[in-house]
């Protein structure tokens, strides 16, 4: 076995950075005007990047499953709030939605995974869940923000269509089952997309990283093979309950649709 | 078949708009909402047809309340035709068979009958055209033989035939022959050919 990755100094840090500075030059002398742009996300990149890493030292360091769960809730209410934010339609109460969502099927998964799967010991130790967690989370908002947006537009857009089936005496549930079938479908393109493509055109980046910390390639595959399946079950699952809450809060028991909820931000 | 209608107020987010509409309906009678632009006619169709909850007041049909039949039976009994139809993008033959494709529906489309509507409003050659490549007149009337097909109690009809030149406006009021309905018409000639009760309607009312 090799020792493990290669240590990074202060100075491999601002060799990388020379590669930014060449793409700004590129940029100021093209007038593309991105250099602001690429310096503040820069910056970003590195002080946000810098900021986790000090927070998951001091968690790993602590040993203290409360400030776990915390820092789990934490994340769980960052991505519910991106997941909603991303959309150009809102309606009340979806961030709860996502929330609980991410919640259930978040933790679900990645409590699954360290406890049945890998068997780790204690179940909240973070140098698992954690990054678990996240890449759950980042996936998961990518498709519910889908999920979420495309059903708010079709039901927006297509009022007059889902009003005409109601009024031919369709049920709610058969008036909404074409625009929750599409927006299940759009919130899972991406995870179904990346898992076609895994190792064909791009290594994962744990993969990757587990590669880089000279682990055995086939152990590392199948550590991805877990985590995409442990991605792919929670992303379905919560464009699927988002959809159904959405459409539990746009149809009432009256079986109209209630399109005034909707707003366009 | 008696459809009662008895103090209804509607409106929009809680704010009323027309207030304490009544009126009663026996089988083959019309009455047409006559009033100014914006008054509410289409709100007060949609909260007949039960899309919209009423603020208050109640409907009834033969005695029972929408609440009690449930949304799905009630809207095939009391149907509303919107003023700008809508269809699924299938071919006419399929949009006209479209509203039997619920688990309300009892029965399928009388083929027959829904071919020699469309026969009376000028479209018999329509019957497997797409309605996508329909005029808006024809649409109208296509929408309202798929309508008909249903045999709903009462018709609410929302201009019905607001895009269609005075020949083939006359044809489609002879499809209504006997129907019961509730019409929003802008031509008082129309509402006085359909033989239809004005119910006139304003803000203060």
């Avoid at chain 1, 980042?138 to 999920?147: A, D, E, H, K, P």
């Avoid at chain 2, 139809?85 to 949009?95: D, S, T």
Wanted: glycine share 10%.
């Amino acid at each position: 076995m090799p020792d493990g990755a290669i240590a990074i100094d202060g100075w491999h840090l601002a060799a990388s950075a020379a590669f930014v500075v060449l793409a700004g030059a590129v940029s100021l002398g093209l007038r593309l005007g991105l250099e602001a742009k690429l310096a503040v996300a820069s910056a970003r990149t590195v002080g946000q990047l810098l900021l986790v890493g000090y927070v998951l030292g001091w968690v790993f360091a602590l040993e203290e499953p409360f400030v776990v769960l915390a820092l789990l809730t934490l994340m769980i209410a960052a991505a519910a709030r991106a997941a909603v934010q991303r959309s150009t339609r809102k309606v009340r109460g979806a961030g709860l939605m996502a929330f609980s969502m991410l919640a259930v099927t978040g933790l679900a998964t990645t409590l699954g995974t360290t406890e049945v799967v890998i068997g780790v010991e204690p179940w909240w130790r973070p140098q698992y869940v954690v990054p678990l967690l996240g890449m759950v989370l980042g996936n998961g908002l990518t498709g519910m923000s889908l999920c979420l947006d495309e059903l708010l537009q079709s039901l927006d857009e297509q009022r007059a269509r889902v009003e005409t089936e109601l009024a031919f005496g369709a049920t709610r549930w058969e008036a909404a089952r074409g625009p929750l079938r599409e927006a299940v479908r759009r919130g899972m393109i991406p995870i179904l997309n990346s898992m076609m493509v895994v190792g064909v055109v791009s290594l994962p980046g744990m993969m990757t990283g587990q590669i880089l910390e000279g682990a055995d390639p086939l152990m590392a595959v199948r550590y991805q093979i877990v985590i995409m399946f442990m991605l792919a079950g929670a992303t379905s699952f919560g464009c699927m309950l988002l959809g159904l809450l959405l459409y539990r809060r746009l149809f009432n028991a009256h079986h109209q649709l209630r399109a005034e909820l909707i707003v366009r931000g | 078949m008696t459809f009662e209608v008895t103090d209804l107020t509607v409106g929009r987010g809680g704010e009323p708009l027309l207030r304490d509409v009544s009126f009663r309906l026996e089988p083959g009678a019309r009455v047409a909402l006559v009033g100014p632009s914006g008054v509410g006619k289409t709100t007060l169709l949609r909260a007949l047809a039960w899309l919209d909850d009423p603020l208050s007041g109640e409907v009834r049909l033969d005695g029972v309340t929408p609440a009690s039949m449930g949304a799905p039976r009630w809207r095939r009994r009391v149907l509303l035709v919107a003023q700008r139809p809508v269809f699924f993008g299938g071919a006419v033959r399929e949009e006209l068979a479209r509203p039997f494709s619920y688990a309300a529906a009892t029965g399928g489309l009388d083929e027959a009958a829904a071919r020699a509507r469309l026969e009376r409003v000028g479209l018999g050659a329509k019957w497997d055209a797409p309605c996508a490549e329909l005029s808006e007149g024809e649409a109208q009337r296509v929408a309202l033989v798929r309508a008909l097909g249903i045999g709903a109690d009462v018709l609410l009809l929302d201009e019905p035939t607001s895009a269609l030149d005075e020949e083939s406006a006359a044809a489609a009021e002879a499809l209504l022959e006997g129907q019961t309905f509730v019409l929003v018409s802008h031509q008082r000639a129309q509402r006085e050919r359909l033989g239809a009760t004005p119910v006139e309607l304003s803000r203060d009312a």
